[in-house]
């Protein structure tokens, strides 16, 4: 809807409006869901800061089977690397039945999220993907829905192309 009323402010007609989005190709790893014949991802792994990861799990939040949250490192955050890693934490708590972190700053995430009252036996950290990669079949089950996030360094689309395997 706010795409007709952008076109419509630019002076587009209905029928170029139309056309533009029936021709729209949304930015790979972006909230690209793909489904499988098992899960449900949400593939999210291009970029992330704190608000775009707290975003990314309210979506996940809004799914009724059981929710995994496949988080690695947000990069480029220098000082603030913990307490940014934190605040994802307070938004686990909610939104996800199950955490997965990958990387150095993202055990922040899940100590976060322990703290605040997430159930330890739910919280699964690895160094690295290919650490995660060789264990996630293990914690996951049919029919999840599994959100994958991470700074685009991380390159947590393996960990999607895995899964989609």
């Not at 708590?93 to 972190?101: A, G, H």
Request: proline share 1%; hydrophobic share 40%; net charge positive.
């Amino acid at each position: 809807m706010a795409a007709i009323l952008v076109g419509k402010s630019l002076g587009l007609s209905m029928n170029e409006i139309k056309s533009g989005l029936k021709n729209f190709k949304a930015t790979k790893m972006r909230l690209d869901i793909v489904k499988t014949d098992k899960f449900t991802i949400i593939n999210d792994a291009y970029n992330a800061s704190p608000d775009s990861m707290k975003a990314a799990l309210k979506i996940l939040g809004r799914y009724k089977n059981r929710r995994v949250a496949v988080l690695g490192d947000m990069f480029e955050m220098g000082t603030h690397a913990e307490y940014g890693h934190r605040l994802v934490g307070e938004s686990v708590i909610n939104n996800t039945d199950v955490l997965l972190t990958i990387g150095n700053d993202s055990n922040f995430i899940g100590k976060e999220a322990e703290k605040l009252g997430f159930n330890k036996e739910n919280i699964h950290h690895f160094d690295t993907k290919e650490d995660a990669i060789n264990e996630i079949n293990n914690l996951l089950k049919d029919e999840d829905v599994i959100l994958v996030k991470a700074s685009r360094g991380m390159k947590l689309e393996k960990i999607v192309e895995y899964l989609n395997k």
